[in-house]
C-alpha cells in the first residue's frame, strides 16, 4: 500500500514537471512581452535592458529552472502587466473562481439527479422526452453563445439580472464573497447555469441511463413483488444504487468546472482567475501563465491521485492485482 | 434675511447635487498602473488625466491651455521655457503645490526608472526661481516644449517620499501603482486592478467643475459582445470601443447614443526599404522590386481606399495623405490629396519598372491591433492581386507581430501611427529618420528608409521657432515622403463610443476620456 502511494505521487510529480516544461516552451509563441511594458518611444537599447532584466534572453530551460526555483519557495514572480506579486493576485482572484464553480456544481448535480431520475421513471412520458430533447442544446452549444444568449434575453430583453460582473462582494477574512449580498446573489444566476449547463445535461443523462439498467435488475422486481411503495423503490432502492458511477464522474467534472470557467468568466466579465488567465495570454503576461498552468495541473493531478486511492481502497481485486503483478 | 437667502441657496445646490449620478463606464483595457510615469501608454495617461494634472493641459479641440502653470514664455533665444505656476493649488491629501513638485516630477518623470523620459531628452536643467516660478532649460531652442508636456503629470513630492514611491517601480511596482494623489477633478478611491477603480469629484480642485458626477466606477470588460450588452442593459453608461459592426444597430436604439470620431491615428502601409531581397517571393530572387520608387507608386494607385472604409469601416474613417491627420499641428494642407486609385496607372509603373506580370511577396499584418486591421489587409491583398502584385497575407495577434517586424520578417508590412505630440514632427522623428539608436531617432522605422534631406531638415525643424519657417520645412518633408513613398497613407482610425441616451460627453481625438466633462443628464 505504502510503496504504490510512494509511486503515485512520484509519478503525479513528474507529470507535473513535464507540463511546466511544455507551457515553458510554449511561452515564446505566445509571444513578445517586451512591447507591450514599453511605450512608443522606446528605443532599442530599452527592449534589450528590459529583456535581460526579465530573464529572457535565456533559454526556456533557464527559465524553467528560474521558475521551478522560485515555485518550490512559493514565489511564482511578479506579474509583468500589474507590477504585483503572481501569488497575491491569485489569492485575490481565487474566491469568485471557486464560487462559481461551487454555484454551477450544485445546480449540476441536484438538477441534473432530479431530471435524471424522472426521465428514467417516466421514460415514454411527453415531459421526460422534452427535457431529453432540450438537454440536447446542453451538450452542443458552445458556452460563449449560452452565455451571450442568456445575456441578451435576461439583461438586455427583461433587464432582470446583471449583465456582467460579479455585484457587491463582502470581505470576510481575505475572502470576498458575494453570496450576503442581493446584487452579488444575483450576478451568479447566469454564470453558474451557463458553467453548469453541459455537466448538469452530462449527470442527468449518466443518471437516467444508469437508473434505467437498475429498475430492470432482479431485486427492484423483489421489491415491487413485496408490495413497496413506488417512492421507496425509486429513492430508497435504485437510485442509491446508480450513485456510485455517477460519483466518480462528478469529482473528475469538478476539476473541468473550475479549469473550463474561462470562457463563462470572460463572457460574464467574471472577475476570476480564468479571466486573469485571457488577460495574461493578450499580455504575454509569462508569470501569471505559468502559475495558472501549474496550479490547474496540480488540481488535475491531485483529483486523479485521490480518485486512485480510492480505488485502491475500495476495490480489492485492484490490489491484489497490482501485488501480483511486482 | 440674508441668512434665509443663504439658506434657499444651500437647498438649490444641495438638490442639483441630488440629481447628479454615480457614472459607470467600461473600457477594453484596465490601465496597468495609477503612477503616471511608469507606463507610458494611452490607457494609462487618459485614465490618470482625470487624477493627475501637468502645467499645461489640452482643451477639447486638442488646443494647449494654462493647467498647473498659468502662463509661460520663452527664456532669451529659446534657451529654455519659463512656467508661471498657479497659486493656491492643492493635491488630494491637501498638501500644497509648488516650484519644489515640478523639480520633483521633472527628476521622477525623467529618471531611468521612468518611461516618459524620452519626453525630456531636449531638457538640460530644471531651475527653480521661487516658489511659483520654474525655469525648464533646453540644449536647443524648442518651440513645441509646451506641447510635448501636456501628459507629464504632477506629483507631489512630500507624498512621494513618505511613501517611498520616489521614483517609479515598474516590474516590483510600489506605493504608487496602487495610489494616488494628484491635483486633478477627481480622485482615486478604489483602486482594483482589473476589476474597478472608482473615482469621486476632489472637492478642493482649483478649476470649476463642468460635470456633475458624484461618483465614478471603471470596469474593464475584454469582450466586446458583453460590453455592448452592458450598454444595452443599462449596467454602464460608456463604453469604448464600439464594435464596428454593432455602430448601426446601436445608433437605431433609442436608449443608447454612438458618438464618431476621428482618431489621431494614422493606419499606413510601410515597405522593405533596406532589403535586398524579398523574403516571401516565389519568383524574384535577389532582387527588391519596393526598393524602386515605381513600385511603391504602383501601390499606392492601386489601392482603393474609399472602397475600404465604404466597406470595413462603414463610413467611419477618413482617407489620409500623410503621416499625420489634417487635425494634428504641423499637416502641410496643400498636399492633402491622396494618389487617385487608378489601376491601369498602376500596372503600367509596375511595367515601367520592370514587372510587367508584376511578383509575389509577403504581406504582414496584426489581428488585434487596429480596428478591424485583419479586414484591412485582406482587401489590400485583393486590390493589390488586381494589378498583378500577388500577397500572401500572414496576419499575427500584435504581440507576435513586433517581434517579426524588428527580424525583418516582411515584404510589407501595415502599420498604425499616432503622434504623441499631436504635431507632424513626431512621425518623422520616429517614422521617417535614418534609424539611429544613439540619437533615438527612427526607432519605428522597420523598413530603414532614409532621405538624407529629411534627416537634415529634422533638427532644423525640432528647433525653429518661427512657425511660418517652421511650416515651410515640415511641408518640404510631407513632400519628399510623398514623392519617394516612404510609406503608403492609407486612412485615420475611426473613433467610436457608445453611451446612453442621457450622457453628454466630449470626444478628444486621442481616445481620452475625459470625465470632467461629462453630464448626466
Known sequence: M??????????????????????????????????????????????????????????????????????VQGNFGVSYRQGRPVSDILLERAPATLELAAVSGFLAISIGIALGVFTAIRRNGFAANAIMSVSLIGVSLPTFLIGILLIYLFSVELGWLPSFGRGETVKVGGWSTGFLTESGLKALILPSITLGLYQMTLIMRLVRSEMLEVLRQDYIRFARARGLRDRAVNFRHALKNTLV?????????????IAFAIITETVFQWPGVGLLFINAIQFVDIPVMAAYLMLISVMFVGINLIVDLLYFAIDPRLRADRTAAH | MFRSISLAVAVTVSASALVAEEFRWAETTDPQTMDPHAVNSAAVLGFLNNVYEGLVRRGKDMTIEPALATRWEPIGDGEGWRFTLREGVTFHDGSAFTAEDVLFSYERASSEAADTRSWFAPVSEVKVVDDYTIDIMTSAPNPIFPDSIANWMMMDSGWAEAS???????????????????????????????????????????????????????????????????????????????????????????????????????????????????????ETTNTNPFADVRVRQAVAHAINVPAILQTIMRGNAEEVSQLVSPAMRGFSGDLAARPAFDPDKARALLAEAGYPDGFSFGLKCPNDRY???????????????????????????????????????????????????????????????????????????????????????????????????????????AKILQDEVAYVPLYVQPLVWGTQANIELTQRPDNFFILRWVTVN
Open chain 2, 164 to 282: 517611498s514611491a520616489e521614483r517609479p517601480d515598474k516590474d516590483n511596482g510600489n506605493f504608487a501603482t496602487l495610489n494616488a494623489n494628484g491635483t486633478g477633478a477627481f480622485q482615486l478611491t478604489t483602486r482594483e486592478p482589473g476589476l474597478r477603480t472608482v473615482l469621486e469629484p476632489f472637492d478642493g480642485w482649483w478649476d470649476e467643475a463642468e460635470h456633475n458626477i458624484t461618483r465614478a466606477e471603471l470596469t474593464p470588460i475584454q469582450n466586446p459582445a458583453t460590453a455592448v450588452a452592458a450598454l444595452l442593459s443599462g449596467d454602464v453608461d460608456f463604453i469604448n470601443p464600439v464594435p464596428i459592426q454593432d455602430t448601426a444597430r446601436l445608433a437605431a436604439n433609442d436608449q443608447v447614443k454612438v458618438i464618431q470620431g476621428i482618431e489621431a491615428r494614422v493606419i499606413m502601409l510601410g515597405f522593405p526599404h533596406e532589403a535586398e531581397a524579398l523574403k516571401y517571393s516565389g
Open chain 1, 245 to 257: 458511477p455517477v460519483i466518480t464522474v462528478t469529482g473528475l467534472q469538478l476539476g473541468s468546472i
Open chain 2, 371 to 477: 480596428l478591424n486591421d485583419e479586414a484591412v489587409c485582406q482587401a489590400v491583398t485583393g486590390m493589390l492581386a488586381q494589378v498583378g502584385v500577388r500577397a500572401t497575407l500572414d496576419a499575427m495577434p500584435v504581440q507576435n507581430y513586433w517581434p517579426e517586424l524588428r527580424a525583418d520578417n516582411y515584404d510589407m508590412y501595415l502599420l498604425g501611427w499616432s503622434p504623441g505630440t499631436f504635431d507632424a514632427e513626431h512621425p518623422v522623428r520616429f517614422l521617417a529618420s535614418t534609424p539611429n539608436e544613439e540619437k533615438k531617432l527612427g526607432s519605428w522605422n522597420f523598413g530603414g528608409f532614409s532621405n538624407a534631406r529629411v534627416d537634415e531638415l529634422l533638427p532644423m525643424i525640432q528647433s525653429e521657432i518661427d512657425d511660418s519657417k517652421r511650416q515651410m520645412m515640415l511641408d518640404e518633408t
Open chain 1, 2 to 71: 505504502l510503496a504504490f502511494i510512494i509511486r503515485r505521487v512520484l509519478q503525479s510529480i513528474l507529470v507535473l514537471l513535464v507540463v511546466g516544461a511544455v507551457a515553458f516552451s510554449m511561452f515564446r509563441f505566445v509571444g513578445d512581452p517586451i512591447d507591450n511594458m514599453l511605450g512608443q518611444e522606446r528605443t532599442q537599447a530599452d527592449i534589450e535592458r528590459l529583456r535581460a532584466d526579465l530573464g529572457l534572453d535565456q533559454p526556456f530551460p533557464v527559465q524553467y529552472y528560474k521558475f521551478l526555483e522560485g515555485a
